[in-house]
């Protein structure tokens, strides 16, 4: 099993940025793949950005394409983590947002099939 915990999440004000850390624990040789999603009140939760662990994936990089520009996901092997440096935020990325992790490949976390996921962080955007 592995564990993911985020954190970075907080309150900002618009054109303000917040860089979310995704920490992997347990057994750790268990994800090839991290991802991040959002869930924005009343919406359906939605892809944001996936980072393959060795860069070798078919994906090894994603990010959804109306957060081009602004977001990237990036991993730390050394330390088990992912990050989505998220810049220039705006009310609508208003969400919280989780971390996933799969050991399949990057197609199969950016569909929302990744095996593990964490509790979320809270991301407010608001002047």
């Known amino acids: 099993q592995v564990q993911l915990a985020e954190s970075g999440g907080g309150s900002v004000r618009p054109g303000e940025s917040l860089r979310l850390s995704c920490v992997a624990s347990?057994?750790?040789?268990?994800?090839?793949?991290m991802g991040w999603f959002r869930q924005a009140p009343g919406r359906e939760r939605e892809v944001v950005a996936a980072?393959?662990?060795?860069?070798?994936?078919?994906?090894?990089?994603f990010v959804t394409r109306s957060l081009k520009g602004r977001f990237a996901a990036s991993v730390d092997n050394a330390k088990n983590t992912a990050y989505l440096q998220m810049n220039d935020l705006k009310p609508e990325d208003n969400a919280i947002y989780y971390c996933?992790?799969?050991?399949?490949?990057?197609?199969?976390?950016?569909?929302?099939?990744?095996?593990?996921w964490g509790q979320g962080t809270q991301v407010s955007v608001s002047s």
């Open positions: 996933t992790a799969g050991n399949w490949g990057c197609q199969r976390v950016i569909a929302g099939k990744g095996d593990y």
């Open positions: 347990g057994n750790t040789r268990r994800w090839n793949c």
């Open positions: 980072v393959s662990r060795d860069g070798e994936d078919d994906t090894p990089t």
